[in-house]
């Protein structure tokens, strides 16, 4: 999906992403905030980035489980 970060918390392991449509989900765009299943991936992107990402419900979690920016 694609998305743009809106701020990176790399102490809470959290990601707020607005993205578009996940037709998938039945979502609509929104500014969302994601956990990372990898706390590292969070030190490759900042704040305004253009990024490409894959979640997963991982227990009660919607989880960010690939993260990439695009160029």
Same mark, same amino acid.
Do not use: C, Y
């Given at each position: *999906? ?8 790399? =102490? ?19 500014? *969302? ?9 969070? +030190? ?10 894959? +979640?997963? *419900?991982? =227990?009660?979690?919607? *989880? ?8």
């Amino acid at each position: *999906m694609d998305a743009e970060v809106r701020h990176v918390d790399k =102490g809470g392991g959290t990601i707020p992403l607005k993205h578009g449509d996940i037709k998938a989900r039945n979502m609509s765009p929104m500014t *969302m905030v994601f956990k990372a299943k990898d706390p590292a991936m969070l +030190a490759r992107v900042k704040t305004g980035d253009k990024v490409k990402f894959k +979640a997963a *419900m991982v =227990g009660q979690d919607v *989880m960010v489980t690939e993260l990439r920016v695009v160029k």
